[in-house]
């Protein structure tokens, strides 16, 4: 079945995404190219990575169906790093590509550091979802949130996590090691990154805080 990427995909796309797969059955049309290079949104053939989406659905959930996660990036401070180091492994199980972007060690560190690095690669399309760890989670939410293009959610349960998919579409995952065990974060985290966009009214508000930055400046 041929799969036609228009110029309202795109735009739908582009506060979410920076990287969409296609294969041999993508029809890509001229405005759209124009205005994915335009708002720097780049198209990679990776027909394995390409997932047939129901017409029922919703315009996000089609867009999580087509453009899958598949690169992860996790970071920490000292107080999360244990954490992080736990699952690393995990997320790789799972199937999903990793990086560690660090830090190396448990060394005393500053969270904002780490949270503002995976929060841009986060935005420069360089991974589909971002795991930060610091020891509650508050302050590199905080950190991230700064950045363009990211909506960080800190999550102490699989229930926020879900929410913070299906309401608020976050790309960004926080929570603190001293306030959850290593099973718990296990579990929110697979339902992160899991869980799809919700209802178009959701969309539709989330796009509101989106387009703040644009409207104020």
Same mark, same amino acid.
């Given at each position: 079945?041929?799969?036609?990427?228009?110029?309202?995909?795109?735009?739908?796309?582009?506060?979410?995404?920076?990287?969409?797969?296609?294969?041999?059955?993508?029809?890509?049309?001229?405005?759209?190219?124009?205005?994915?290079?335009?708002?720097? @949104?780049?198209?990679?053939?990776?027909?394995?990575?390409?997932?047939?989406?129901? #017409?029922?659905?919703?315009?996000?959930?089609?867009?999580?169906?087509?453009?899958?996660?598949? @690169?992860?990036?996790?970071?920490?401070?000292?107080?999360?790093?244990?954490?992080?180091?736990?699952?690393?492994?995990?997320?790789?199980? !799972?199937?999903?590509?990793?990086?560690? !972007?660090?830090?190396?060690?448990?060394?005393?560190?500053?969270? #904002?550091?780490?949270?503002? !690095?995976?929060?841009?690669?986060?935005?420069?399309?360089? @991974?589909?979802?971002?795991?930060m760890i610091d020891s509650?989670?508050?302050?590199?939410?905080?950190?991230?949130?700064? @950045?363009?293009?990211?909506?960080?959610?800190?999550?102490?349960?699989?229930?926020?996590?879900?929410?913070?998919?299906?309401?608020?579409?976050?790309?960004?995952?926080?929570?603190?090691?001293?306030?959850?065990?290593?099973?718990?974060?296990?579990?929110?985290?697979?339902?992160?990154?899991?869980?799809?966009?919700?209802?178009?009214?959701?969309?539709?508000r989330v796009k509101k805080?989106?387009?703040?930055?644009?409207?104020?400046?």
């Open positions: 079945m041929k799969r036609l990427i228009r110029e309202e995909d795109i735009r739908k796309a582009a506060g979410y995404i920076r990287r969409i797969f296609t294969d041999k059955n993508t029809i890509i049309t001229p405005a759209a190219r124009d205005l994915a290079k335009e708002l720097g @949104v780049q198209f990679e053939y990776n027909p394995k990575a390409v997932q047939a989406s129901s #017409p029922q659905k919703t315009n996000r959930q089609v867009l999580d169906e087509v453009f899958p996660v598949k @690169v992860v990036a996790i970071a920490s401070d000292h107080g999360g790093f244990a954490m992080k180091r736990e699952l690393i492994p995990y997320l790789r199980k !799972l199937g999903y590509i990793t990086h560690d !972007l660090g830090p190396d060690s448990d060394k005393a560190c500053d969270y #904002p550091d780490y949270a503002l !690095l995976l929060a841009e690669r986060l935005a420069e399309g360089k @991974v589909d979802r971002g795991i509650v989670g508050i302050g590199s939410a905080m950190a991230a949130n700064k @950045v363009k293009g990211v909506l960080a959610a800190k999550c102490n349960n699989a229930y926020e996590a879900r929410s913070a998919r299906e309401h608020n579409y976050a790309n960004y995952l926080t929570f603190g090691a001293k306030m959850i065990g290593i099973e718990i974060a296990r579990d929110i985290v697979k339902t992160f990154l899991e869980t799809k966009g919700g209802a178009e009214r959701h969309q539709k805080i989106l387009n703040y930055d644009e409207k104020k400046h």
